[in-house]
């Protein structure tokens, strides 16, 4: 079974810019969740989209998107990029969504704002 | 402040030697996960702890759910090299999930 994949694996933008990053869940899970790792700020939620409904948000601005789409993958838009969204950039995949569901991360994309 | 606090923060050990590490939260949470992450790899789940005061063992690993649903323990036993990582901690409740920042286990040979 794959695993989770996520791309691209490494980006580089300047600031003012967009972003959009992708994540292919495990065939079968309809959830998908977006994390922020920062050595900072550690792992911190972004948004859960079940079944192509955002069903969970955390504290992030709006510039911080997302959308899933029929067959499960999901996409993350970080527009007008700020040097403090340089970070990894965490999706995970279950089956059922969180709350005790096992989460399933990828690798991981890295972004570096300059 | 972290909803979740970990500690410590750092922890460097020879081969062989016991460790525990912390996670407290003056919230209550439906579970707790604990995950290990190594460098370039996304967070691998350990063990899900679902009930006040329940006790997992996963070989060498030992986890503790507090009797109140606020705090775990994870405890190693002889720890190896090969346990080396980030050690994240993560609490769900109403649908949301809250990471610790982590301990970050070095564990020398």
């Known amino acids: 079974k794959a695993g989770v994949t996520q791309t691209p694996r490494y980006l580089i933008k300047t600031r003012g810019q967009q972003v959009t990053l992708s994540c292919s869940p495990i065939?079968?899970?309809?959830?998908v969740s977006w994390y922020q790792q920062t050595p900072g700020q550690g792992l911190q939620f972004l948004f859960e989209?079940?079944?192509?409904?955002?069903?969970n948000k955390g504290n992030f601005p709006g510039r911080f998107s997302g959308r899933q789409f029929s067959n499960s993958r999901s996409e993350m838009n970080v527009s007008t990029l700020e040097l403090g969204d340089s970070a990894l950039y965490l999706c995970?995949?279950?089956?059922?969504?969180?709350?005790?569901?096992?989460?399933?991360f990828g690798p991981g994309t890295r972004l570096t704002v300059l | 402040t972290q909803l979740l606090e970990q500690s410590p923060q750092f922890l460097s050990i020879q081969e062989g030697e016991n460790l525990t590490v912390y996670c407290n939260s003056s919230?209550?949470?439906?579970?707790l996960q604990w995950y290990r992450q190594e460098p370039g790899e996304g967070p691998v789940l350990l063990v899900t702890?679902?009930?006040?005061?329940e006790v997992k063992k996963l070989k060498r690993l030992t986890f503790q759910f507090g009797d109140a649903r606020k705090d775990s323990s994870l405890h190693i036993t002889a720890a190896q090299p090969g346990d080396t990582g980030l050690y994240l901690c993560?609490?769900?409740?109403?649908?949301?999930?809250?990471f610790g920042a982590g301990t970050r286990l070095t564990v020398k040979p």
């Open positions: 995970a995949s279950s089956f059922g969504g969180l709350g005790g569901n096992e989460q399933f």
């Open positions: 065939s079968g899970h309809r959830s």
């Open positions: 989209y079940f079944s192509e409904t955002q069903r």
């Open positions: 919230s209550v949470f439906s579970s």
């Open positions: 702890v679902v009930t006040g005061g």
């Open positions: 993560a609490g769900v409740r109403n649908n949301d999930m809250r």
